[in-house]
């Protein structure tokens, strides 16, 4: 089956460390996305990318890093500079065509600080 | 200022009983319009949306939702809710056109439902 597949499911980040997120999608989707979801917030938007090789910041990139080598995968790194990392990390795609948007998602990493 | 309002943060409805979930929105431009719906730690799963035309859209799942350009809402309607659809549901607008960088959601209605 066609989906979005995000690693781990738990994370644990040490003060001073970063640490990468997977996202690898079988739908042959050029675009995606990373989102941050905080309890009792909406989905705000870390960076994304459009096409292989290519990317661009959303509101709060500040603290992560992105690369688009594959037009699969699509790694989200949360560095050192992200000091508050905890929160509930989304990726997604977006089905091609402009007037049939619609968005599949992963299932989600949860990153803590220890 | 563009935003997506959900006034209720959490619902709680019986068994069988019908829903409507509210949600609001400031924005310039003629919206696209979608309802997301989230389990437990989940992604988001497109319940329905509205680009045009009738503005009675049906969904997945027994859904529907209403656009009223001359309230700003787009509310969302189950007539008769199941204890599945228990979740988290996420209003969000955008301009549409393959932007969906320019997309915004609004702070989430928890569902809760009694047996």
């Known amino acids: 089956d066609g989906g979005i597949t995000q690693s781990p499911k738990y994370l644990f980040r040490k003060e001073g460390q970063n640490v990468t997120l997977s996202c690898e999608q079988n739908?042959?989707?050029?675009?995606m996305y990373w989102y941050r979801q905080d309890p009792g917030q909406g989905l705000r938007l870390i960076y994304y990318?459009?096409?292989?090789?290519?990317?661009q910041k959303g509101d709060i990139a500040e603290g992560y890093s992105v690369s688009r080598e594959k037009k699969e995968s699509f790694p989200l790194t949360v560095t050192s500079a992200q000091k508050n990392p905890t929160a509930f990390y989304l990726c997604?795609?977006?089905?091609?065509?402009?007037?049939?948007?619609?968005?599949?998602f992963g299932s989600g990493t949860q990153l803590s600080v220890l | 200022a563009q935003s997506v309002t959900q006034p209720d943060i959490h619902i709680t409805v019986s068994e069988g009983a019908s829903l409507e979930l509210r949600c609001n929105y400031s924005?310039?431009?003629?919206?696209?319009l979608f309802w997301y719906v989230q389990s437990p730690g989940q992604g988001l799963q497109l319940l329905l949306k509205?680009?045009?035309?009738?503005?009675l859209v049906q969904g997945i799942k027994g859904f529907e939702a209403e656009f009223k350009r001359s309230q700003s809402s787009f509310n969302l309607r189950k007539p008769s809710v199941h204890w599945s659809d228990a979740a988290e549901y996420f209003c969000?607008?955008?301009?549409?056109?393959?932007?969906?960088?320019?997309?915004?959601f609004g702070t989430g209605t928890l569902l809760a439902v009694q047996p």
């Open positions: 997604a795609s977006r089905q091609p065509g402009t007037t049939n948007e619609k968005l599949f």
């Open positions: 969000a607008v955008g301009p549409g056109g393959g932007a969906t960088n320019k997309l915004i």
């Open positions: 739908l042959n989707h050029d675009a």
């Open positions: 509205y680009f045009s035309g009738d503005t």
């Open positions: 990318s459009q096409i292989v090789n290519d990317f």
């Open positions: 924005y310039g431009a003629t919206p696209y």
